[in-house]
């Protein structure tokens, strides 16, 4: 087994602990900030194990569908094993470049994922081309001032995520601080775009 294998194994074991899901609450997280109804389509993107991915498709019911997207083979083999419902669709691809076709997204979700990458703008650029009119994007990250467990981890902070958004054509930003260590950053897709 590699190394990197091992670590990819790891780090879905640390993230689908039962007490970092509920300190993220994701029941009121999904249902009463992100506005998540049965039968919306919905993107996590760099969802790693599908920690977030299941109390999402709980939200979108039977008639909706979630798509778990990381580019880490042992990730999405982490979400399949699980046997997730038909309208939970594990996608082995780039969370930058997914793949999927654009404006099918009522709702897309960067959790604890734009801090790995210097250059996170692509990100937020793939969340806008998924999005229908009137989508929302969600990013959940750690606030300011809270140190990372990886030296190489960038801090994202409000400023940043405004500038991504604007840039990538996003409107109505709105940031929550959700838990001590995580704020939540909103933004929707235009009607008209």
């Known amino acids: 087994m590699t190394e990197e294998v091992f670590d990819s194994r790891e780090r879905a074991r640390r993230m689908d602990r039962e007490e970092r899901l509920k300190s993220l609450k994701p029941d009121e997280l999904f249902k009463e900030v992100a506005g ?43 979400v399949q094993a699980k046997i997730p419902p038909p309208n939970l669709i594990p996608v082995q691809s780039d969370a930058s ?26 990100f937020i650029a793939e969340a806008f081309r998924l999005l229908k009119p009137g989508g929302k994007v969600l990013v959940l990250e750690r606030r ?10 960038y801090q994202v902070t409000r400023q940043d995520i405004e500038r991504s958004f604007r840039q990538a054509g996003f409107s109505g930003f709105q940031y929550i601080e959700w838990t001590e260590r995580l704020y939540v950053a909103i933004g929707i897709k235009g009607k008209s775009s």
């Open 36 to 78: 998540i109804k049965p039968g919306m389509t919905c993107v996590d993107l760099g969802c790693g194990p599908g920690a977030l991915s299941f109390p999402m498709v709980l939200c979108v019911g039977t008639e909706g569908t979630v798509y778990a997207v990381d580019y880490d083979a042992e990730m999405i083999k982490s």
């Open 97 to 122: 470049r997914t793949g999927l076709d654009s404006r099918i997204a009522d709702f897309c979700l960067l959790s604890l994922v734009l801090h790995e990458y210097e250059k996170s703008d692509a």
């Open 144 to 153: 300011e001032g809270m140190d990372s467990s990886h030296p190489e981890d």
